[in-house]
């Protein structure tokens, strides 16, 4: 089946303690992107990925980091995570950027 | 930085009642995409839109890119429960060929 899998779906950690989300994709999509979806904000682009080792800022970069060393997966990195970093996450992908992304099923974060 | 505007934000009906939503922007976009996301899962992508004034439907869904480029519509006919859950836009910038902004949502129950 055709998907992006994210893990884990629920996070709880406390701040400053470095954490890694992963995102992987079975499409042999080029494009892939990480997106947090807060309460009254919609879905805001943190990062994506053009391609491997290519990667670029999306709206709200700060705070995170990311890698693109196969073309398969796209992990999340949060250095020392802050309690405003809280919220749902979720990895994309997308064989043409027009034709819009494929999202994963999401991983609720917790910073305490 | 750019925002869709999307309305209503949300929105109670009767089943088999039409249901009207729309994004508006100050800004012109490439391509408008719209999603639905159910509880505890990512955006699925409903109709996607290339042109101005492009009328596209899927099902009992249909969408319009509208002709300025700053704006869209989405239409459900006839709605039924399992259209519950929340609709959002997405608009393709000029300006980053892999960047969407997202609208905030239209959240729509049905009532049976």
């Known amino acids: 089946e055709a998907q992006v899998t994210q893990n884990p779906r629920y996070l709880i950690t406390v701040t400053g303690k470095k954490l890694t989300v992963t995102c992987s994709q079975n499409?042999?999509?080029?494009?892939m992107s990480w997106y947090r979806q807060d309460p009254g904000l919609g879905l805001r682009q943190i990062y994506y990925s053009m391609n491997v080792e290519v990667t670029d800022k999306g709206d709200v970069p700060e705070g995170y980091k990311v890698s693109r060393k196969e073309k398969r997966n796209f992990p999340l990195i949060l250095e020392s995570p802050s309690p405003n970093q809280t919220s749902l996450y979720f990895c994309?992908?997308?064989?043409?950027?027009?034709?819009?992304?494929?999202f994963g099923s999401g991983t609720r974060l917790t910073v305490v | 930085g750019q925002q869709l505007n999307q309305s209503p934000q949300s929105m109670f009906i009767q089943e088999g009642e039409d249901v009207s939503m729309n994004c508006t922007s100050s800004?012109?976009?490439?391509?408008w995409l719209w999603y639905k996301q159910d509880p505890g899962e990512g955006p699925v992508l409903l109709i996607a839109?290339?042109?101005?004034?492009e009328l596209t439907s899927n099902g009992r869904l249909t969408a319009q890119f509208g002709i300025t480029r700053k704006d869209s519509f989405l239409n459900i006919s006839a709605s039924i429960p399992s259209d519950v859950g929340i609709y959002f836009c997405a608009g393709q910038t000029p300006s980053g060929t892999y960047k969407y902004i997202f609208g905030t949502g239209t959240r729509l129950k049905v009532l049976a």
């Open positions: 994309a992908s997308s064989l043409q950027a027009s034709y819009g992304y494929t």
């Open positions: 499409m042999n999509h080029e494009y």
């Open positions: 839109l290339y042109k101005a004034g």
């Open positions: 800004s012109i976009f490439n391509t």
